[in-house]
């Protein structure tokens, strides 16, 4: 049964906060929806931030022409979460989500042809996954159209490189579902490791040296350079590293004012000269330090990673020894983007605010696990050039912009 409007805006606002909390969602990212009536259906706003959202700012939009009431621009998502309401009409509450295991999962392409018994009674037997097309465009639209139409008894649907769909009845059911989801594709990964590997017991860490044996790039190292975080302030940085030991760093001659600044600098004192930003931090985790291991770079596989990260990521080494010539390597492999990799040690990103910062921490761990579960699967599938380019020009032009005046 529709919701009333003003419980329906509650339902929006609150599910929003839950997804972040859970772990479904990050900034902006996904979109979520409640039924209304037989014609209508609210929806989150475009580019506004989850934590901070109000039932007033909650969009009312017309199922047949994706019409909307009011000043306050809907989701770009909601023709999506209108076929979802006109194919299914026990449907109440649609979400959308950018969740890690689910999106890793529909890069491969494959259909999860057979649920696992634990998850069938939330799930059904099958879980489809949609054809790539380009976020927020009339062909994505027909796509996942497409797919919701063939598969009328599904309630989850992945969208390659993207993200997942879930719907349900009521809030409770649309979550439950795309928890579940979530649930099923993790263990998905962790089967095809075990299935490939033949190790008779999963480990992540076990999974990333499989990665890097597979690829003739020995093991994890057991231990990485802190390469440290910075925040520049006119012709000068500050720069914490160590832990929390910190120097103010000359931008011109890269020497320490109140203290011997350590070689690192050197790196951030590049990135500055070749980047437009203000903030540079260190990545270390374990998927970020294994695909650096590999001294390869990085092709987008979700399209969020083309958007926020850019079109490609190189990796570039840090030789103790020959600091200079890696600095300016580095600082010149950033330019146009927001992430190097460095050899066997991570990677740096660059940003303008706290949220810029988040929001490339997530993505290049979530694109860095892709690229190992799908060199695991032997499907590496890559979003294409085109639609990257694009992506990534309009997120420089417009949604970044927008985000930081939230």
């Not at 490791?193 to 020995?218: C, I, M, P, Q, T």
Request: proline share 3%.
């Amino acid at each position: 049964m529709a919701y009333e409007i003003e419980e329906a805006k509650r339902l929006v606002v609150e599910a929003g906060k839950r997804l972040l909390e859970n772990g479904l969602i990050a900034r902006t990212w996904g979109n979520v929806s409640a039924r209304i009536s037989d014609t209508q259906f609210v929806i989150t706003p475009s580019g506004r931030a989850y934590d901070t959202l109000t039932p007033e700012e909650v969009v009312v939009v017309n199922i047949e022409d994706c019409t909307h009431e009011g000043d306050i621009k809907p989701s770009s998502e909601k023709g999506v979460h209108a076929d979802a309401y006109k194919h299914h009409p026990t449907v109440n509450f649609v979400i959308h989500t950018h969740q890690k295991a689910a999106t890793i999962v529909s890069i491969t392409g494959m259909n999860i042809t057979n649920v696992y018994n634990e998850f069938r009674p939330v799930l059904g037997d099958y879980v489809p996954v949609a054809d790539y097309a380009m976020s927020t465009t009339n062909s994505l639209r027909k796509k996942v159209e497409r797919c919701i139409m063939e598969n009328p008894s599904c309630r989850a649907i992945m969208l390659m490189h993207h993200g997942a769909l879930t719907f349900g009845e009521s809030f409770d059911e649309a979550f439950e579902v795309a928890e579940a989801l979530e649930a099923l594709c993790e263990k998905v990964l962790k089967d095809n490791y075990l299935r490939h590997s033949w190790a008779k017991v999963y480990s992540d860490e076990d999974k990333r040296n499989y990665f890097l044996g597979k690829n003739g790039a020995g093991q994890m190292p057991e231990a990485i350079c802190d390469l440290g975080s910075s925040v520049r302030n006119g012709n000068m940085f500050t720069l914490t590293y160590d832990g929390d030991k910190k120097v103010d760093v000359d931008m011109t001659t890269g020497l320490g004012v109140n203290s011997i600044a350590p070689k690192c600098a050197k790196i951030h004192q590049a990135i500055y000269e070749t980047e437009d930003c203000t903030m540079i931090k260190h990545l270390a985790s374990p998927y970020v330090v294994a695909v650096s291991c590999t001294g390869e770079g990085m092709l987008p596989m979700i399209d969020d990673f083309a958007q926020i990260v850019g079109t490609d990521v190189k990796n570039r080494p840090w030789v103790d020894g020959d600091t200079d010539a890696c600095a300016k390597a580095i600082g010149e492999a950033v330019d146009n983007r927001n992430a190097v990799l460095i050899e066997g040690h991570g990677a740096m990103v660059t940003g303008n605010t706290e949220g810029d910062m988040q929001a490339l921490e997530i993505i290049m761990d979530k694109g860095c696990q892709a690229v190992v579960d799908c060199d695991i699967f032997n499907r590496p599938h890559y979003v294409p050039k085109t639609e990257c380019f694009l992506m990534r020009t309009v997120y420089l032009a417009k949604y970044s912009k927008q985000i930081d005046k939230k």
